[in-house]
C-alpha cells in the first residue's frame, strides 16, 4: 500500500506535483504515516506568486472583514480540535491531553488577534515642536509588508502556526507558511479549514518540505517579511538567505529557573517539573538549569526528584500521560549523548534517564561543568540541570552565563531581589514564582542575545507584522 502524500497547498488544493519525497515517521511506534513533497523553488514560486494575488486583491478589506475572518477560524478550530489534537499526537508524539490544551488555545489566540484589531490604531505626530513644523499636521499608520514567510517548528504546530498566521492576516498581509515536517499534516489542515470558513483563496498558503524549501521561501524576492520559530543555528541561516527585508525570529534557549533561599521549594519544585519534563521538555522555553540557593539545595533536590518521578512517562495516546515520545529516535538520541558528554565531565545523576526507542524519562544531574554541553546548549529534551549558589550576584552570573536569553524565573518572596533581577537578568521575559515554561499570549515575547530579534504576542505580533507609513500635510 502507497503512503499518501502530502504536499503544498496553494490555490485551494494540495499540489500533486512530488519530485522529491521524504517519509513522515510516527515517534510513538516508528511507522510511516505518510511521505511529503519537497517544495522547493518551484513550489515555493507558485505559492508565492499565489499568495501575491490574494494579498493585492485584498488588500483594502476593512478591518471589520479580517475581524470576521478570524473570528470564523476561531469557530472551525475549536469545532474539529479533536481531529487535529489526533493528529498532533500520532506526527509530534506530545501527549493527547497537552495537544487538545494546544488547539483550544490557538482558537483563543485568533479570538484575541480578532479583539486587538478593534483597538489598533495609528497616532498623530506634534509637528510644530520646531518653528518649521508649525502649521503642518502629520499622522503614522500601519500598512501591511505583502507577502510574509511562516516557518514554524514540529513542537506546536497550531500554536506556532497560528502565532504568525493571526496577526500576517491582522495586518493586512498574506502568508505562506513552511512547516516543519511532523507539523505539515497539522499546518494542512488549518489551511483547508481556514478557507472553509471563508477566508480568501491564496491569503494562507502552505509549502512543505524541509530545509531546501525554507531557505527558498526565506530568499524569495515576492517575500517582504519573514517570521521564524527554531533552532538559532536554523534562524541565522535563514537570516542570511532572507538578506534586506524584515525577520522576526524567536530562536533557542537554556532557561534558568532561580530558586532563592526564602522561596517555597515545594511549589518550586513541582513547577520546574513540569516546565523541565512535561511535553519531553520540548518547548523553547522549557526549564534547563535550575539554580538554587545552596541553603536548600538538598531540600529542593529531594522535592524536585520526588516531583520528576510522579509524572507519568507513557503512551502519548494515554490522556494521563505527561512525557511520551520525543519526535524522532534521533531526537532521543542526541538527548542521550549530551547526558553523556555531561558525565564525562564529572556530572553525577540525581535521576537518571532511561531511553526506549523515542521516549527519554525525566533525567535530573547535578555538579554539570560549564565546559558540558548541557550547560552551554539548548537540550530541547526531558532532562534538567541543578546547580547551587550562596548569593545573589552569584545566581545571575550563572543565570546569564548563557548565549542564550529567552525567558527566565525567579522564585522569591522578596520583592528587592525580583526588582534585582529585573535589572540584571538578560531576558527577554522574566516571571516570578512560575516557571519558565509559563506563557500567557498578550505580553511582547521574545529574545535576547542569540534567542532571537523581534516580539510575538498578539498585539506586539500585528506590529511586527506590519510597518509604518508617515503621512504630513501643510495646514
Known amino acids: 500500500m502507497i503512503s499518501p502524500l502530502y504536499a503544498s497547498f496553494i490555490d485551494g488544493n494540495i499540489a500533486e506535483d512530488a519530485r522529491n519525497v521524504f517519509d513522515l515517521i510516527a515517534p510513538q511506534d516508528g511507522k510511516i504515516v505518510g511521505r511529503i513533497a519537497e517544495a522547493g523553488q518551484p513550489g515555493v514560486d507558485k505559492a508565492v506568486a499565489a499568495a501575491s494575488a490574494a494579498f493585492a486583491g485584498h488588500r483594502k478589506q476593512p478591518t471589520h472583514v479580517r475581524i470576521g475572518w478570524l473570528k470564523a477560524a476561531a469557530k472551525a478550530l475549536l469545532q474539529t480540535s479533536d481531529d487535529i489534537a489526533a493528529i498532533i499526537c500520532t506526527d509530534v508524539g506530545k501527549p493527547i491531553r497537552m495537544a487538545s490544551f494546544e488547539v483550544r488555545r490557538g482558537a483563543e489566540f485568533l479570538e484575541a488577534t480578532a479583539a486587538a484589531l478593534t483597538q489598533f490604531g495609528g497616532e498623530t505626530v506634534p509637528l510644530d515642536v520646531t518653528p518649521a513644523g508649525a502649521n503642518h499636521f502629520g499622522f503614522v499608520r500601519h500598512i501591511p509588508y505583502g507577502v510574509v514567510a511562516g516557518i514554524t517548528p514540529f513542537n506546536a504546530p497550531v500554536n506556532l ?15 505562506v507558511v513552511k512547516p516543519a515536517p511532523a507539523g505539515t499534516r497539522t499546518a494542512l489542515k488549518l489551511a483547508q479549514l481556514f478557507l472553509d470558513a471563508g477566508w480568501p483563496e491564496n491569503l494562507f498558503t502552505v509549502v512543505t518540505g524541509d530545509k531546501e524549501t525554507a531557505a527558498a521561501l526565506a530568499a524569495h524576492e515576492g517575500v517582504r517579511a ?148 548541557l550547560w552551554r546548549e539548548e537540550v530541547f529534551g526531558p532532562v534538567a540541570v541543578v546547580a547551587s549558589f550562596e548569593q545573589i550576584d552569584e545566581a545571575l552570573a550563572l543565570a546569564n552565563d548563557s548565549p542564550f536569553g529567552l525567558q527566565g524565573a525567579v522564585f522569591t518572596r522578596d520583592l528587592g531581589a525580583v526588582l534585582r533581577f529585573a535589572d540584571d537578568f538578560d531576558v527577554g521575559a522574566l516571571w516570578i514564582n512560575e516557571a519558565t515554561r509559563f506563557r500567557l499570549d498578550n505580553y511582547p515575547f521574545g529574545g535576547v542575545k542569540q534567542s532571537g530579534v523581534g516580539r510575538e504576542g498578539v498585539r506586539h505580533a500585528i506590529e511586527e507584522l506590519s510597518q509604518l507609513r508617515f503621512v504630513g500635510m501643510t495646514i
Open 161 to 175: 502556526l497560528v502565532q504568525k498566521v493571526a496577526p500576517a492576516i491582522a495586518a493586512g498581509n498574506a502568508i
Open 226 to 373: 519573514v517570521s521564524f520559530t527554531g533552532s538559532t543555528s536554523g534562524g541565522e541561516a535563514l537570516a542570511r538567505a532572507a538578506g534586506a527585508k524584515k525577520f522576526l525570529a524567536e530562536l533557542g534557549s537554556n532557561a534558568a529557573n532561580i530558586v532563592l533561599d526564602d522561596a517555597d521549594v515545594t511549589v518550586a519544585a513541582k513547577k520546574i517539573a513540569s516546565a523541565a519534563f512535561e511535553a519531553s521538555g520540548q518547548q523553547c522555553i522549557s526549564a534547563q538549569r535550575i539554580l538554587v540557593a545552596r541553603s536548600r539545595l538538598g531540600e529542593f533536590l529531594d522535592a524536585f526528584v520526588q516531583a520528576a518521578k510522579s509524572l507519568k512517562v507513557g503512551e502519548a495516546t494515554e490522556p494521563t500521560t505527561d512525557v511520551g515520545p520525543m519526535v524522532s529516535a534521533a531526537a532521543a538520541e542526541r538527548v542521550t549523548v549530551m547526558c553523556a558528554d555531561a558525565i564525562a565531565h564529572g556530572a553525577r545523576y540525581a535521576l537518571e534517564p532511561t531511553r526506549k526507542g523515542a521516549v527519554v524519562s525525566p533525567g535530573i544531574l547535578v555538579d554539570v561543568s560549564s565546559n558540558a554541553r
